[in-house]
């Protein structure tokens, strides 16, 4: 190898090992939960089985409003959302706000109009789940980590390939060597697990991004237009409200930032909840849907589906005195990179390809999980003691600049992650001015 490209090979390993520095901790805790989070139906309705699940039966559900007053008789409030039985074996869900401003998911049986059981909205073991993957937990702008995140490991992955390719060697590019208690077993381990599991990486962490706080939300509004929500030549002539569909309901990323539009005629009844459920069913919304009630007399009923089928996504709002479809969305409405962005979503999501898309993320996930342990042994084997065990700089630093220089590039594209990389150089020269010093003395 020459020197040139050894310095090269210098310069991508250091960088490498900053990324893993940065990316390894949380990438370990996003697989594990994402991993988990791709069964999450599956997982919740097994572990609420008792109030989720009820026995199929030929006799006709009660009506949707009286499942609504079972669950008000219940619990104290006022309903915000029904979900009509996704199948014929799961129960209803009416959401409760409570006069203190708490929710809860109320469960009845459809059938009889019996309550099954109750817990706190969005309170379900993989709804924390979720929370721990988005770092939601940890408030409205640890999104902001997820981005750098995104970004710096989209950069482990590109060097990781880098220093993988195989340069004329055969041993440790697709088979692994020794045996655990050497170093070259976790190296070869480390290297062939990335070639596997890079793509998906890669594919996961671009995926992931349209939930950042600064890149997501930027290309949000670029995708929708004009900050609506609502593709181009799709939105109807109605008064619009300034509240947002994500307030009221679940929603498809691309629709977070849509206003919803205003009921019209305050002087003529509502038409309630079943009339309301009567026409979703007539125009043909897939099951699995959920009813979100008006929140005023301006309010809309609005129906909205994300199935795993992306075809059939759809959200429609109806005026709550006449009936009337006021917007009736479907996936095919949406612009190029919306349909784009939202295939990314669902597939990184387990849903596009059913038990297929599932079963192929979670052996990504946990390829993942080894990745990071192996490089961990790793560099713990390969250290010396008491130090952090940096990779050593090129004897030329403009080698380092020149990598930089590349890498910035993509610190354009994720903002973010640019200003962690110029924080991460400049630690980077002072550790290279500290170990200069340490030579020298």
């Known amino acids: 190898m020459s020197n040139k490209t050894n310095d090269i090979y210098r310069a991508v390993w250091r960088w490498h090992f900053y990324a893993g520095l940065i990316a390894i901790p949380f990438l370990i805790s996003l697989a594990v939960t994402g991993g988990l989070y791709l069964f999450k139906d599956e ?14 039966q030929e006799n006709v559900m009660v009506s949707p409003q009286v499942q609504r007053d079972a669950a008000l008789a219940s619990v104290d409030g006022e309903a915000f959302r029904y979900v009509p039985p996704p199948n014929a074996e799961l129960a209803s869900e009416v959401d409760v706000r409570r006069p203190d401003g708490t929710q809860v998911a109320v469960f009845v049986d459809p059938y009889s109009g019996e309550v099954t059981g109750d817990m706190p909205y969005r309170g379900s073991v993989m709804w924390i789940v979720r929370q721990l993957h988005s770092l939601n937990f940890f408030g409205a702008n640890a999104s902001m980590i997820i981005e750098i995140v995104g970004g710096w490991t989209i950069l482990l992955v590109l060097t990781g390939l880098y220093l993988w390719w195989p340069r004329g060697r055969r041993g440790g590019v697709m088979s692994v060597r020794g045996k655990p208690g050497k170093r070259v077993f976790w190296r070869d381990l480390h290297a062939v697990t990335g070639v596997f599991v890079g793509g998906f990486i890669l ?15 930027k290309v949000n509004e670029l995708a929708n237009g004009h900050n609506f929500g609502y593709p181009d030549g799709v939105r109807v ?10 307030e009221n309901a679940e929603t498809a990323w691309s629709l977070e930032q849509a206003q919803l ?21 007539d125009l043909g919304l897939a099951p699995g849907y959920a009813v979100s009630l008006p929140s005023g007399p301006d309010g809309v009923y609005t129906g909205s589906i994300y199935p795993d089928d992306l075809s059939r996504q759809r959200v429609v709002h109806l005026d709550q005195y006449s009936g009337e479809p006021l917007l009736d969305m479907r996936y095919a409405d949406y612009g190029p990179l919306g349909r784009g962005l ?3 979503i669902n597939v990184h999501m387990g849903q596009q390809y059913g038990l297929a898309n599932q079963l192929i993320l979670a052996l990504a996930c946990a390829g993942i999980v080894l990745l990071c342990v192996s490089s961990g042994v790793m560099w713990w084997k390969r250290r010396p003691a008491g130090r952090l065990g940096v990779p050593p700089a090129p004897s030329d630093p403009r080698r380092l600049r020149g990598v930089l220089a590349l890498l910035a590039i ?14 991460m150089a ?14 020298l003395a």
């Not at 002539?237 to 994500?246: G, I, K, W």
């Not at 594209?413 to 200003?419: D, K, M, N």
Request: proline share 5%.
């Open 342 to 344: 939202e295939w990314g």
């Open 426 to 439: 400049m630690v980077d020269a002072l550790v290279r001015r500290q170990g200069t010093k340490q030579a």
């Open 237 to 246: 002539n109605v008064p619009m409200s300034d509240a947002r569909l994500a």
């Open 43 to 56: 997982i919740d309705r097994w572990l609420y089985a008792d109030m989720m699940r009820v026995q199929a």
């Open 261 to 281: 539009p205003t009921s019209a005629d305050s002087t003529s009844p509502s038409i309630g909840l079943d009339r309301a459920v009567a026409t979703f069913d």
């Open 203 to 217: 594919f996961l962490a671009i995926t992931g991004m349209p939930w950042s706080t600064v890149w997501g939300s």
């Open 410 to 423: 993509g610190g354009v594209i994720f903002p973010l992650v640019g200003a962690s990389m110029i924080v």
